[in-house]
């Protein structure tokens, strides 16, 4: 098992504004994020770990060190998806409301989404993110982000039966080189797949890392924008005529 982004190498410093880390109280990072609105989160639903377990930090580059420019927040409220199931990882999404919005600044922005249904097709490279842990036992070492650039690859070729053998799902898109060696790994759940500048992925489970049989496997937002809209702006949206 390896601990960071598979294959990647370090950005620059606070280039990648949207990301966050979601992190235990007592600051171990366990899984990554996309700041999509000031006081709202979209992460993976298999990094719910309960609200009170959780603090959410913008604007971070290395996790061990205190760089200044990180802003934190607990969870006000965590919005798993109805069909979110465990043993499948069907609609492995969920949203967190802050409880304290961030500050947009020059290291933290918020990250555009993809419009409900709009598919990305095979080949085109999209850019996933992450810290992990930096090691097996417990406490943590200097971390800085990682990143890599990953090609679509297509449902069917992902699910066959030299790969994942009919267990992805529509609510699902793979990454990854034919030839592996790049991908995203354990501790970069819930972070963010960006394809064209929007976030069309969130990391979310695979078959090692880096296989080059076993793509990353992503939930595709596009399928939940719909949903991402009504769970932030709902009670807003009832409001407003059409
Ligand atoms: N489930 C893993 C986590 O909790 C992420 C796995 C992604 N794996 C991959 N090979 N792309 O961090």
Redesign the pocket.
Known sequence: MFGRIVGGYIPAPNSIKYIVSLQSTKGRHF?GGSLIHKSWVLT?A??NIGAEHMMIVAGDYTISTYEGTEQYSKPHRLVTHPLYNKSTNNADIMLIKLREPMVLNKYVSLAPLPRQGTGMIEGRVCRVSGW?YTSLVEGQVPFTLRTVKVPIVSTARCNSSESFNGNITTNMICAGYSAGGK????????GPLVCEGRVYGV?????????AK?P??YTAVSKFRRWIDRTIYGSLLRCVKY
Do not use: I
């Open positions: 899984c993976a298999h990094c992990g991908d995203a790994c354990k501790g970069d759940s819930g990391v979310s489970w695979g078959n090692g890392c880096g296989d076993f990353g496997v």
